[in-house]
Nanobody, 126 residues
Framework: QVQLVESGGDSVQAGGSLRLSCAAS????????MGWFRQAPGKSREGVAA????????RYADSVKGRFGISQDNAKNTLLLEINSLKPEDTAMYYC???????????????????WGQGTQVTVSS
């Protein structure tokens, strides 16, 4: 069982930056895909970034490439998401997710992940 707790969400103005954190506990494997997803009101959940913990290979949704950066702090078992040049359309609940994987090609589809955090809210005003 992996427990995930997100933090770092805030209300910010457009153009600002945020860093989201996801503290992960009870790791049982170093071979995991860990991802960030977001869900805006009335919209389906969208995968924005993922990282394979063993190799650091990353993937990003086209909509966030160049503005979002996913990374991991292995010493702290923490997943990070740097968000720059925030836009009002980035407003959403952001979730951290994880799944054990033997492949370093991490999907950005929520159905592929079986451990989820409770989410942290990001609100961007224009």
């Amino acid at each position: 069982q992996v427990q995930l707790v997100e933090s770092g969400g805030d209300s910010v103005q457009a153009g600002g930056s945020l860093r989201l954190s996801c503290a992960a506990s009870r790791y049982s494997s170093s071979r995991m895909c860990m991802g960030w997803f977001r869900q805006a009101p009335g919209k389906s959940r969208e995968g924005v970034a993922a990282i394979y913990t063993a190799t650091g290979r990353t993937r990003y949704a086209d909509s966030v490439k160049g503005r979002f950066g996913i990374s991991q702090d292995n010493a702290k078992n923490t997943l990070l998401l740097e968000i720059n040049s925030l836009k009002p359309e980035d407003t959403a609940m952001y979730y951290c997710a994880a799944v054990r994987s033997e492949s370093d090609y991490c999907l950005l589809s929520d159905w592929a992940y079986n451990y989820w955090g409770q989410g942290t809210q990001v609100t961007v005003s224009s």
